[in-house]
């Protein structure tokens, strides 16, 4: 029986599965002087959303705890290599969501072509925009996804449906897996956003990807597929900061990008008039990729089988600081 706090929520089927493995859960916030003051001393496990920040130094000051779980894929918020340092597993749930943000990033794809966001906007404010809105298809446009994971090869099979042609750049990608998907692979950045009008992220957050979607790549892409001028697009639903905001609001203005739409970003919430999404041709949702009630039960319950088996002494496949761990 281990003492665990879920600090950001989690669906109550979730909970229900660690209380009937013979665990005590606590649903509770804690503030941030008291995770610096320790307060997860009082916890064997401590299982987190987005909202609760794991800092070195945090993580230090909680004698005890013996496993950290992120009730979902990113954990940008949690100093891995401190807690890895600590001997303590950083596990998550990377599979819960797949399909929920590959819907997602599709959305925003048809959105932005079709002008769904103008449209409606024009029509709450008494404007019938028909001559003005003329949008292009999808079909035999080149789609080039930075980071070929399970998200941006779900979103492949989509586009491929829709008659796309893929493109990808991610240097960790086996040639084989990138053949199962007839897309064409990329040897560097620059180079996919030559070829492409339409550019969806689907990376993690490091220093390298920091603002890897800017002003100079954006002006590299074509804005043309043969004789039709469809514009260029880029879609954002992994992390914020990887697109440089002022970059994509600059290239929206000066015409290099037709249409922009993240689903995240660099700060969160957003300011109040915000001039990027108050841009026309702007629209987002507030990291909302993973909130559909299939992934949001089935990250939880990914979660709580994760912990039972941690303390189980079973073997675990989703440690995201294994290496620390081991060294």
Not at 154 to 165: I, Q, W
Request: proline share 3%.
């Amino acid at each position: 029986m281990a003492e665990i706090v879920v600090t950001d929520g989690m669906a109550p089927e979730a909970i229900e599965l660690l209380q009937k493995a013979g665990h005590v859960v606590t649903l509770k916030h804690i503030s941030e002087a008291d995770l610096l003051g320790g307060k997860l001393s009082n916890y064997e496990g401590i299982i987190v959303r987005s909202a609760t920040k794991l800092t070195g130094e945090i993580i230090e000051a909680s004698e005890g705890l013996k496993v950290i779980a992120r009730a979902g894929v990113g954990v940008d918020n949690i100093d891995i290599e401190v807690a890895g340092r600590r001997g303590i597993p950083v596990i998550n749930a990377p599979n819960s969501s797949t399909q929920s943000v590959v819907e997602l990033t599709i959305g925003h794809l048809l959105s932005s072509v079709r002008y769904l966001p103008r449209s409606d906007r024009g029509l709450r404010n008494g404007r019938w925009m028909k001559k003005e809105l003329k949008g292009t298809e999808l079909r035999g446009k080149r789609l080039g996804l930075i980071g070929f994971g399970r998200i941006a090869q779900g979103v492949a099979n989509v586009a491929k449906a829709l008659g796309m042609e893929i493109h990808t750049y991610d240097p960790y990608l086996p040639n084989k897996v990138a053949k199962m998907f007839d897309a064409y692979v990329h040897k560097s950045v620059d180079s996919l956003f030559k070829t492409c009008t339409h550019v969806s992220i689907h990376c993690n957050l490091t220093p390298e990807t920091y603002h890897l979607v800017n002003e100079k790549r954006i002006s590299l892409m074509p804005g043309k597929v043969g004789n039709i001028v469809c514009g260029n697009h880029i879609v954002n639903c992994a992390r914020g900061g990887i697109v440089d905001e002022s970059a994509v609001l600059q290239s929206l203005e000066n015409g290099n990008l037709a249409s922009a739409a993240l689903d995240v970003f660099e700060i969160e919430p957003v300011p109040e008039n915000y001039d990027l999404v108050n841009h026309e041709n702007f629209h987002g949702t507030p990291h909302i990729g993973a909130a559909t009630l299939e992934a949001q039960s089935r990250v939880g319950l990914d979660t709580a089988n994760n912990v039972i088996k941690f303390f189980k002494n079973k073997k675990l496949e989703s440690i995201v600081n294994q290496k620390f761990l081991n060294s």
